[in-house]
């Protein structure tokens, strides 16, 4: 049963990617290089473009290598009015492997950051 106008909001699919969050946690802060971004419940989003009356922002992934397609559409008067358009998509692609390399597994050496740190037992190893 529906007892109010969100519930019958939510009942309806808004379609491709929406915002479905309750109360939003938005942010907004200024990056090393001085540009803007939005941080929405957590995520961070760098601003992409600027029109007359909305603002534009992408996912951080985005401009990795995983090109989530993620976009905020904000109003510039008002920054609770927005939409999000797309769904994330932090996997990264699988490399290809080069021909020759084996692809197997790799044996892992363990790294010792000082000799002097190893047991006794070990010492011999490395004349000590």
């Known amino acids: 049963m529906i007892s109010s106008v969100s519930d019958l909001f939510s009942e309806f699919d808004y379609g491709h990617g929406q915002y479905r969050g309750h109360n939003p946690q938005i942010q907004f802060s200024v990056s090393k290089r001085g540009g803007q971004l939005l941080w929405l419940d957590g995520v ?3 601003r ?3 029109n007359r ?3 534009y922002w992408r996912c951080q992934w ?3 290598h995983t ?3 993620v976009l905020i559409c904000m109003s510039r008067t008002n920054s ?3 939409r999000q358009i797309h769904n994330h998509c932090h996997v990264r ?3 290809k492997e080069k021909a020759g390399t084996g692809g197997g597994a790799r044996i892992r ?3 010792v950051s000082n000799v002097r740190s190893l047991p006794q037992s070990m010492a011999h190893l490395f004349d000590m």
């Open 44 to 46: 961070k989003f760098f």
């Open 109 to 111: 050496t363990p790294v």
């Open 53 to 55: 009356t909305n603002q």
């Open 48 to 50: 992409n473009n600027v």
């Open 80 to 82: 609770n009015d927005f």
């Open 67 to 69: 090109k989530c397609p």
């Open 62 to 64: 985005y401009y990795r």
């Open 93 to 95: 692609p699988k490399r």
